[in-house]
């Protein structure tokens, strides 16, 4: 499949996977990557305007003698990932209006 995804449902997908735990910067590119196509170095831009808008924080922890950034999901980022997750299912919904949803 072939569409191109919407920053603010990459945004929604991110923010999705901090929300189960706290990740660094690659764990969660990898994620996101796993079912999307997209490149490491669109993720990161994204996490720091993630950062700007509180609706994550960041905490630094060494690991193996290198510096790794975690990114934890702030209240706000909790009440933005349930606002993108509505907003989809309201337009999800009426795509499977329109095309049919497939049965089997």
């Not at 920053?7 to 901090?18: E, H, N, T, V």
């Not at 929300?19 to 990898?30: H, Q, V």
């Not at 831009?45 to 808008?53: A, W």
Request: proline residues 1%; positive net charge.
């Amino acid at each position: 499949m072939h569409f191109q995804i919407q920053s603010r449902l990459l945004d929604g997908a991110i923010l999705f996977f901090i929300d189960e735990e706290s990740l660094y910067g690659y764990a969660i590119a990898k994620r996101v990557r796993s079912l999307f196509a997209v490149s490491d170095s669109s993720i990161y831009p994204i996490l720091r305007r993630l950062k700007k808008q509180q609706l994550v924080t960041t905490y630094d922890h060494s690991y193996h003698g290198r510096n790794r950034r975690y990114y934890k999901i702030t209240a706000a980022g909790c009440a933005e990932l349930h606002s993108i997750a509505k907003e989809w299912w309201h337009f999800s919904n009426k795509i499977n209006e329109l095309m049919g949803e497939e049965n089997g």
